[in-house]
């Protein structure tokens, strides 16, 4: 069965307190704590990589979903699972030729594979990861581009969603950007099950309100 997962982004947290930040994502009710891993290249944004998830993980047994919006992420397989990353999830759009190998050694270093797709690249691309026999388990639609917190969620991605969980019944498919109390119905009735949430987390009275807004909108 696909069980609702609620993962605060932290880029929209205070980097500067990030212990405390996460530990209150946590206590208001999160599931895990999604983490943006960005190089600068691969969207035109630079944030956090290995040392900080390692400084992260002494302070949290918290499921850490690291999303890699990098264009080398194989270089960051070893670093990552050393650091204490749970989840590995890398972007199709550069990993067309070495998903295999990628895939294999995230699985090796003990972290659970994703793979994550911007919103012009076809659905189709993913259907090859979910059902080899060295299969990720998690596929992430991009539902604004990648890069940046606060943007508009874009409707249309909806039909990759859709189309997913259509095809696999069981799959956790993950949404991330501009999801909030607003835009969860439709990420939910389209069959997301893992839901990202960082401005309207982060931008609320009352986090922990917004956290069970988004579960509750989350069918299982
Ligand atoms: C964007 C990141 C998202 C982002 C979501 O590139 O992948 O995780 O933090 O932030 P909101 O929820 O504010 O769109
Ligand atoms: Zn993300």
């Known amino acids: 069965a696909v069980v609702a997962k609620i993962a605060p982004s932290m880029l929209s947290s205070d980097f500067a307190n990030l212990a405390s930040e996460a530990e209150r994502m946590l206590r208001f009710g999160a599931d895990w704590l999604h983490m943006d891993i960005m190089d600068g290249h691969f969207v035109p944004n630079l944030t956090i990589g290995a040392p900080v998830i390692e400084s992260l993980r002494k302070h ?9 919006m990098v264009t080398n992420p194989l270089d960051y ?4 699972a050393k650091a204490g990353a749970s989840g590995f999830t890398f972007h199709v759009e550069v990993a067309k030729d070495y998903w295999q190998d990628l895939v294999h050694q995230i699985k090796v270093k003990g972290m659970r594979p994703g793979v994550a797709l911007k919103p012009g690249t076809p659905v189709e691309e993913v259907y090859p990861l979910v059902e080899g026999e060295n299969p990720v388990e998690m596929v992430l639609v991009m539902t604004v581009e990648p890069g940046f917190g606060g943007q508009k969620f874009m409707p249309e991605t909806m039909d990759k969603v859709r189309a997913l969980r259509k095809k696999y019944p069981s799959l956790d498919i993950e949404v991330d950007g501009g999801l909030g109390p607003s835009t969860i119905d439709m990420a939910a009735s389209a069959g997301a099950n893992c839901i990202v949430a960082g401005s309207s987390v982060f931008g609320a009275k009352e986090p922990a309100n917004v956290i069970s807004i988004l579960r509750k909108s989350v069918r299982d």
């Open 60 to 68: 949290t047994k918290a499921y850490l979903d690291c999303h890699l």
């Open 77 to 80: 397989v070893e670093p990552l």
